[in-house]
């Protein structure tokens, strides 16, 4: 039979097919790879597989092992950054947990922390255009506008001198509602009644602050002023005052104690706080009383002193004081100044608010979740001497030991101790580690477990403030670092810290894994991990963080110092130091969103 005689179009058809199917799977991916490079639907397709990983780690089995893998260093990626609108996160001020939460005092405005396994282990990201904030001392009058472009209170507040825009940045003119020709003006007018210069007066407390004008204003009469209000999504009250380089800190006066010490203010201002002091049977002004030191001032300024229709809220905050003895100074326009008796309370006597001293089992210092009491607190039942006149003026009370240290174990000892302890550390940091201490570039500092205190006093001639947290679940010693003359609060690092992202410029921890850690026990309540996390939400970008603890601690540190993006060192200690530690320094790189990561 004979063959035909096929053209060359027609033979082997199965090669022609293989050959079409390669051609067009070639084609396919280099037309898969522009479409991923140069159009969004790479920037998608990422950005999803993104929040897939975010999502995963809300499984707490696999977050768990997404830590474990980190502390290991077996995770070799960078921890994820968190979405776009997370710049301004705080987890335990989040609007849409508090809504959920009861109105009665105010208790939804308080802490209200997620659990661990609740919470994305992601990083929260700068805003687009943010900048490295403008330094100290300049910052106190302008800031970058991009680092936080929130112009409510600009808008509503300019007319008084809170704030107002100005090309590229917010201005600070320094007044505030109660005083718009300005803060010094204002301060000056208080000085005729209350002793603002000389040293007297150095701790004080600001309520319901606005943009710390007051506060601002202090700082150069020598008067350390932590200011705080509550968490505001729309005005960012405190978020200004920190990128100002003022003392601040996100609190609300609800159903809690403070988390301060008794007795730890010099002077306690309230300028328009709109805080109800006589209500809930005056519970709110016997919370002052318990944190305003013998012969300290209270300073209320707006309403309802002398205030139209308040006749009767006005009488009641007279009678409140007069029934806990403070002497009434002045009544000056719409500022009313007391002053609080040196000894024990007048109480018991007979006051239309039932008020009565609290009883022995009352530790006034007990203030982390701590409910509110409806008892006075008697100055006797703190041990020394800590009313203004029986403590050293400023700066001398920083180095002398107060009495209040003596409730611990060769209290004075061991305060003598730390204080040239920490100068020597200190010294070590600035000239053999090349920590920017004493330089512009640090303003804002936190301690993280701050003892005495020591560190922050050897920080005395540099222009810094220090936030310094003494530990909720260890000795308490807080009211000796007020007796000093510094500030601080109380705080439990396995929970969030009360401020917004990106507020302080060094972050130094003594011993890391003791604030994690069960009292005497090796067992951890939470993980090194999250811990972190948190320092890098509030740490600036371009920041340090200084931890020193024992050599595997570090090593365990500096492994995760990689998964949250610092350039980290491992040090040496000072040659001084006999205990066994290594110091890591890190800094925070400046990372920000690309389109594929919002």
């Known amino acids: 039979m004979g063959h035909l005689n096929l053209p060359p179009s027609k033979r082997n058809p199965r090669q022609w097919k293989l050959l079409d199917?390669?051609?067009?799977?070639?084609?396919?991916?280099?037309?898969?790879?522009?479409?991923?490079?140069?159009t969004p639907l790479g920037d998608s397709l990422a950005a999803s597989g993104r929040q897939a990983l975010l999502l995963s780690t809300s499984d707490p089995k696999q977050?768990?092992?997404?830590?474990?893998?980190?502390?290991?260093?077996?995770?070799?990626?960078?921890?994820?950054?968190?979405?776009?609108?997370?710049?301004?996160?705080?987890?335990?001020?989040?609007?849409?947990?508090?809504s959920q939460l009861s109105r009665e005092m105010n208790f939804y405005r308080e802490r209200h922390c997620p659990l661990p396994d609740e919470t994305p282990l992601c990083l929260i990201?700068?805003?687009?255009?943010?900048?490295?904030?403008?330094?100290?001392?300049?910052?106190?009058?302008k800031i970058w506008h991009s680092n936080m472009p929130h112009n409510k209170i600009a808008d509503r507040k300019g007319h008084q001198g809170w704030m107002k825009e100005e090309g590229p940045y917010f201005i600070f003119p320094g007044g505030g509602t109660m005083f718009p020709d300005g803060a010094a003006s204002y301060i000056e007018k208080l000085g005729q009644y209350i002793p603002i210069t000389g040293g007297t007066l150095r701790t004080a407390l600001d309520m319901g602050c606005g943009v710390a004008s007051f506060g601002g204003s202090m700082l150069k009469e020598g008067i350390l002023t932590l200011s705080f209000a509550p968490r505001d999504s729309h005005k960012a009250q405190i978020q200004f005052v920190l990128e100002r380089g003022i003392p601040a800190f996100v609190l609300m006066l609800g159903t809690r104690r403070l988390p301060f010490p008794?007795?730890?203010?010099?002077?306690?201002?309230?300028?328009?706080?709109?805080?109800?002091?006589?209500?809930?049977?005056?519970?709110?002004?016997?919370?002052?009383?318990?944190?305003?030191?013998?012969?300290?001032?209270?300073?209320?300024?707006?309403?309802?002193v002398q205030w139209p229709k308040q006749d009767k809220e006005w009488t009641d905050l007279q009678a409140v004081a007069r029934a806990l003895c403070y002497e009434l100074i002045a009544v000056?326009?719409?500022?009313?100044?007391?002053?609080?008796?040196?000894?024990?309370?007048?109480?018991?006597?007979?006051?239309?608010?039932?008020?009565?001293?609290?009883?022995?089992?009352?530790?006034?210092?007990?203030?982390?979740y701590f409910k509110l009491k409806k008892c006075v607190t008697k100055t006797s039942s703190v041990s020394g001497e800590y009313a203004i006149g029986t403590i050293p003026k400023w700066p001398d009370r920083l180095t002398t030991a107060p009495s209040r240290a003596l409730v611990m174990k060769n209290g004075i000892d061991l305060f003598e101790a730390d204080t040239r302890r920490w100068a020597r550390r200190v010294a070590y940091y600035k000239n053999t580690l090349n920590v920017k201490l004493g330089t512009p570039a640090i303003r804002n500092v936190m301690d993280m477990n701050a003892f005495f205190g020591g560190f922050a006093a050897a920080l005395k001639s540099d222009p810094v403030w220090v936030m310094n947290v003494v530990p909720a679940r260890k000795p308490l010693t807080l009211d000796v670092i007020y007796d000093r003359g510094l500030i601080g609060v109380y705080h439990d690092w396995c929970e969030p810290f009360s401020t917004y992202p990106r507020t302080y410029d060094l972050i130094h921890v003594a011993g890391?894994?003791?604030?994690?850690?069960?009292?005497?026990?090796?067992?951890?309540?939470?993980?090194?991990?999250d811990l972190m996390v948190e320092i890098d939400r509030m740490l600036r970008p371009e920041g340090t963080v200084v931890i020193r603890d024992s050599p595997e601690v570090i090593d365990k540190v500096a492994r995760i110092a990689h998964a949250v993006r610092w350039s980290a060192t491992i040090n040496d200690k000072e040659p001084e130091s006999h205990g066994r530690e290594n110091i890591l320094v890190a800094t925070k790189t400046f990372w920000q969103l690309t389109s594929s990561s919002s």
Request: proline share 10%.
């Open 21 to 38: 199917i390669v051609s067009a799977f070639f084609f396919a991916l280099v037309l898969l790879f522009f479409l991923l490079v140069f």
């Open 63 to 98: 977050r768990h092992r997404l830590v474990e893998l980190l502390e290991l260093g077996h995770h070799h990626q960078p921890i994820e950054a968190c979405p776009a609108d997370s710049v301004d996160h705080m987890p335990c001020e989040d609007p849409r947990r508090s």
């Open 125 to 141: 990201p700068p805003p687009l255009g943010y900048k490295i904030p403008v330094q100290w001392p300049e910052s106190l009058h």
């Open 332 to 368: 000056d326009g719409n500022t009313a100044i007391w002053k609080k008796p040196d000894g024990d309370s007048c109480l018991p006597n007979q006051n239309e608010f039932g008020l009565e001293l609290c009883d022995g089992s009352n530790d006034p210092s007990n203030a982390w």
């Open 262 to 304: 008794a007795f730890a203010f010099d002077l306690i201002h309230c300028s328009r706080c709109l805080i109800p002091f006589t209500a809930y049977n005056a519970t709110y002004f016997v919370e002052v009383d318990r944190l305003l030191r013998p012969d300290g001032y209270l300073v209320i300024s707006g309403p309802p």
């Open 512 to 529: 890391i894994e003791s604030l994690i850690r069960l009292p005497g026990s090796s067992k951890s309540r939470c993980n090194l991990v």
